[in-house]
């Protein structure tokens, strides 16, 4: 029987602060499965780093409950099958699942979806994946874009907010992208943005919220990151705004059990009659193919820009994960094996 040099990396101690390779622990083993009926053995080519994996080592239950200790840390990946006991899929074959930090492993084929030979198999893990449709469902359904408003994107170079700014200038609305660099505020100018915001450049909330009412208001607000630049937003709505929650980057990294009190906000939603809402990509998940129908015709036609940050190696995960805490990554964070 064949026999195959797999690694993991299993998640040990939970970060009090940023997470690091320190809360981890490489193993590397020889693995030899007997398949059962309808698996399959894939070797991992793309893994998926994201932000939500941070929000899953919290010390107190979330959407979920905290991410187990000693066991592989999770991600989404694209696999070529190795061998296979399933008539779905023949060896060689591209495929999507949800295995995790591991370079081999047998998997049930109902876990798998196999992927089209013609596409770029990171779309998988982007824009025809989980950030697109977080991207799609948050926006077109939370937030209710109607043509000629004004979208406000925040994280907007990211994985998700770039693809919330092409589907917003889609729908005819304005959008104000909010970056941490001036390269990543030129990468959303070409995009097509209005106006494209370094939050740096803002040494508080009042001068950004100064500016973005200058620019007209806020209809609908497309929140990846957080702290400041919510607290500026929330005083520049517009009536009857919409304010969709995707994510809280900036509390993540050391706030995630006890975040940051900025100041406090409910009087604006009262004023402008606004509302809120969170999103979470896993509630759209039985829906996806309505998200392919619209979106993937545009993908197609090179229509929708997807960029992505690939890093080389699987032990360069954990650095990966923590990066994203510093703004390293346009678009998507993806490690290649």
Request: net charge negative; charged share 20%.
């Amino acid at each position: 029987m064949t026999s195959y040099q797999q690694k993991q990396w299993i998640y040990t101690q939970r970060p009090l602060g940023r997470v690091s390779e320190q809360h981890y622990q490489l193993k590397s083993h020889r693995y030899a499965p007997q398949l059962a009926n309808n698996e399959v053995l894939i070797e991992t080519t793309l893994v998926s780093v994201d932000p939500y994996m941070r929000i899953q080592q919290s010390e107190k239950p979330t959407w979920e409950q905290p991410h187990p200790l000693n066991t592989v840390q999770g991600a989404a990946t694209v696999s070529k099958v190795l061998l296979s006991n399933n008539d779905n899929f023949k060896v060689g074959d591209l495929v999507a699942g949800y295995t995790g930090w591991q370079t081999h492993t047998a998997v049930h084929g109902s876990e798998l979806q196999k992927l089209a030979s013609d596409i770029d198999p990171t779309t998988a893990l982007g824009v025809l994946g989980m950030p697109g449709r977080t991207a799609w469902f948050g926006l077109m359904e939370a937030g209710k874009p109607r043509a000629g408003e004004t979208v406000v994107v925040s994280g907007a170079a990211g994985a998700v907010g770039s693809l919330v700014v092409q589907f917003a200038l889609k729908n005819g609305c304005k959008v104000i992208a909010l970056a941490g660099t001036s390269e990543k505020c030129e990468w959303l100018e070409q995009l097509g943005v209005q106006h494209a915001l370094n939050y740096k450049d803002f040494d508080n909330a009042s001068h950004l919220a100064d500016t973005l009412a200058s620019l007209g208001g806020v209809d609908v607000y497309f929140d990846n990151v957080g702290g400041f630049i919510t607290d500026a937003v929330m005083q520049s709505l517009k009536l009857h705004a919409r304010i969709v929650i995707c994510g809280q980057i900036s509390q993540y990294d050391g706030g995630l059990d006890n975040p940051a009190q900025g100041p406090r906000f409910l009087h604006q939603m009262l004023y402008k009659r606004a509302t809120i809402e969170g999103v979470l990509a896993r509630d759209y998940s039985h829906r996806m193919d309505e998200m392919l129908r619209h979106v993937g015709p545009w993908v197609a036609a090179g229509e929708i820009t997807f960029k992505s940050t690939i890093v080389e190696g699987f032990e360069l995960l954990p650095q990966t994960l923590g990066g994203l805490f510093e703004g390293q990554n346009t678009g998507k964070a993806i490690v290649r094996i």
